[in-house]
């Protein structure tokens, strides 16, 4: 069975700082990757995701995430982070021929101004 | 935006009361999916709908369930609910229920459900 663990449950960083969150993953095959955000009161969104290729993904709002396989990991960065990227943030995999996206616990992401 | 639209955003029922939520996506999308999420929890799957027919439940007591009258919507039934239950609940699509590279999963806004 898949499973996700985000080692990173509470951050908090002053803005500008350079941003690490880690993401690790169990599964022997072929998998979907995904980092998704969840502002304060709001929904989920989609930050990036991997399929294949390029193991560096670029996402939206600067971050980026890098799949190295053999670490079965997938790293959410970001080289200077603002106030406005307090939030929640999930790592989740999706293995193929699965119909389930599993979520890892999220860690949660404080910026001080 | 998100294209997968819930209603209704916010939802107060008793314990003995019967509602629905309801989810409606109109990007072809033709895998339907209802998490839960508790506060400060991740999403947590509760039902899979492939191709307009359940492929998972993860073991959902039967006071929820679902349906999917068709493959643009996707509708969760409460009945007999509990406290416990209340959270926010989270509906999504994507293209395939399989996961296929290039599969993405995409999230409505979410019902907040409070059971009282």
């Known amino acids: 069975a898949q499973s996700v663990s985000q080692h990173n449950h509470h951050v908090i960083l002053s803005e500008a700082a350079s941003l690490e969150l880690g993401c690790n993953y169990s599964?022997?095959?072929?998998?979907?990757l995904f980092w998704y955000v969840q502002y304060p009161g709001q929904h989920l969104q989609l930050l990036l995701k991997?399929?294949?290729?390029?193991?560096l993904v670029k996402g939206i709002k600067g971050f980026e995430a890098e799949f190295i396989k053999s670490k079965f990991s997938f790293n959410l960065r970001k080289p200077s982070v603002q106030w406005s990227d307090t939030a929640e943030y999930f790592c989740?995999?999706?293995?193929?021929?699965?119909?389930?996206?599993?979520f890892g616990k999220g860690t949660r992401l404080h910026i001080l101004p | 935006d998100t294209e997968v639209t819930q209603t209704p955003k916010h939802l107060v029922m008793g314990m003995t009361n019967k509602k629905s939520l309801k989810c409606e996506q109109h990007?072809?999308?033709?895998?339907m999916y209802w998490y839960k999420q508790k506060a400060k929890k991740p999403p947590e799957l509760m039902f899979v709908?492939?191709?307009?027919?359940?492929?998972i439940n993860e073991s959902v007591p039967s006071r929820f369930s679902p349906e999917c009258p068709n493959s643009s919507l996707l509708n969760l039934h409460l009945h007999a609910l509990q406290p416990e239950d209340s959270a926010l609940y989270l509906c999504?699509?994507?293209?395939?229920?399989?996961?296929?590279?290039?599969?993405?999963?995409?999230f409505g806004e979410g019902s907040w459900l409070t059971v009282v």
């Open positions: 989740a995999v999706n293995a193929y021929r699965d119909d389930k996206i599993i």
């Open positions: 990007m072809g999308h033709r895998a």
């Open positions: 999504a699509s994507s293209q395939e229920g399989r996961g296929v590279a290039g599969n993405t999963i995409y």
């Open positions: 991997y399929f294949s290729g390029d193991p």
């Open positions: 709908y492939s191709y307009e027919k359940l492929s």
């Open positions: 599964y022997g095959g072929t998998v979907n």
